[in-house]
Structures are given as C-alpha cells and as structure tokens.
C-alpha cells in the first residue's frame, strides 16, 4: 500500500522569503506521478506542481519547485518570494500509474506567510 | 478555462435520510472521482469510476455509498443512510486519463445532524 508522510504540520514564513515543505512516500511500484495541491481557506484543491517519476529533472512553475529524490522517496515543494496569498494548507499526493488512479493525500502542511 | 462544479455547495441533513450529491466533471475528462475530507483531516479516497463502472473503491465506500452517471454530463454520489461521522467536504474530481491531473470541483460540505 503507498503511504504518503508530511511530518511538519505547520510552517510560517515571512513574504519574499523561501520555504520549502517535505514529503515522503512509500510504494513498491516504479512508475508514478506525485503533486502538491493547495488548498485555500476556501478549501478548494489547486494543483501547484507535478512531477513524473521517470524523468530526473526537477519540475518547476513559477515560484514553486520540487526537489525529488526517487531512491530517498523524497519529494519537497520549495516555495521562492513567499506571498501573502501562498497561505494555505499544501497536500502531497501520489497516484501509481499501474492501477487505478486514485490519489494518496499526506496529512498536510498548513502554511502561513506573515508580513 | 473548463472546470468541476459541484452542487450544492452546503447540504444539512437528519441522521438517516439519504443524500445525492451532484458534479458536473470537465466535458472531455473520461476519469471521475470522489474525495472526502473530515474536517482538520486529510483527503481521503473514496471510489473512481470510468467507462460507466467503478475502477477502485475504498474500504470507506461500503453499501451505503453508490455512484451514477445518469447521463453524459453529471455524476452523482448517493448516500443512502446518512450517518452522523459522515458529516464532511466531499470533493468530486475528473482527469483526462489516470495520470494526469485532476482536477477538483469545490465540494459539498455534508453536515449530518
């Protein structure tokens, strides 16, 4: 069974300033897909990144990028030049692409950027 | 730009009464799904459905939950007999194909007093 691990509950950062929010995960599979969703107090879910597990190249957009690490199973989002509106809670997900598509969450990471 | 819409956005039940809840998923997307989140939880699975069945479900998806798609726009959950640990954020979500992104609607929040 996967199993996705964020082991920081809350992190605060002040605006402009850089943050990065760790996830690991555990599955036996070689082909899969992991993200980072957002989500608001809205509680809407906003897909912030994604990374395929067969490329080694890190994904980046924008102010957000990862640093995986596949053999540590290690999948961190960095976010550059924090902004008020980054406040959030920010899941990791997994989904294998051998089976059926269904995401695993973490826990989550609740964000909070201050002036 | 397409997105999952979810009606109604809030639904107050009583303790046994049976709920739909109703997601119009992105028109060309052929993978649906529903999500839960208790509140201060994180989101759980429920069941995914393509080609008109369900492709995975979660041991939380017992007989007291079914899905549909009635017709080639909507895609419903129902729960027959509501509970009150039920209460939660249901999220519907669709995606092109398994890999790829899915996209979420805004949810339901189910309060089941």
């Known amino acids: 069974a996967q199993t996705v691990t964020q082991s920081q509950p809350e992190m605060s950062v002040q605006e402009a300033e850089t943050v990065t929010l760790s996830c690991t995960y555990d599955?036996?599979?070689?082909?899969?897909?992991l993200f980072w969703y957002k989500q608001p107090p809205s509680r809407q879910m906003i897909l912030v990144i994604r990374?395929?597990?067969?490329?080694?190249q890190n994904a980046t957009e924008n102010r957000f990028s990862v640093n995986f690490q596949k053999a540590a199973k290690s999948f961190s989002l960095k976010i550059s030049d924090s902004q008020l509106g980054d406040t959030a809670m920010y899941f990791c997900?997994?989904?294998?692409?051998?089976?059926?598509?269904?995401?695993?969450f973490g826990t989550g990471t609740r964000l909070q950027v201050t002036l | 730009e397409p997105e999952v819409t979810q009606t109604p956005s809030h639904q107050v039940t009583q303790m046994g009464q049976e709920v739909i809840l109703r997601c119009v998923p992105i028109?060309?997307?052929?993978?649906f799904y529903w999500y839960r989140q208790i509140l201060g939880q994180k989101v759980e699975f429920l069941v995914s459905?393509?080609?008109?069945?369900?492709?995975?479900k979660s041991e939380i998806f017992d007989d007291q939950f079914s899905v549909e798609r009635p017709d080639g726009s909507n895609f419903t959950l129902k729960i027959r007999s509501t509970k009150l640990e039920d209460s939660a954020m249901y999220f519907c979500?669709?995606?092109?194909?398994?890999?790829?992104?899915?996209?979420f609607g805004p949810g339901t929040r189910l309060t089941v007093l």
């Open positions: 997900a997994f989904v294998n692409t051998g089976t059926a598509s269904k995401l695993t």
């Open positions: 599955t036996s599979e070689s082909n899969y897909y």
């Open positions: 028109s060309n997307h052929l993978y």
């Open positions: 990374q395929e597990a067969y490329k080694q």
């Open positions: 979500a669709s995606s092109e194909d398994p890999w790829s992104e899915q996209f």
């Open positions: 459905f393509y080609n008109n069945e369900i492709s995975e």
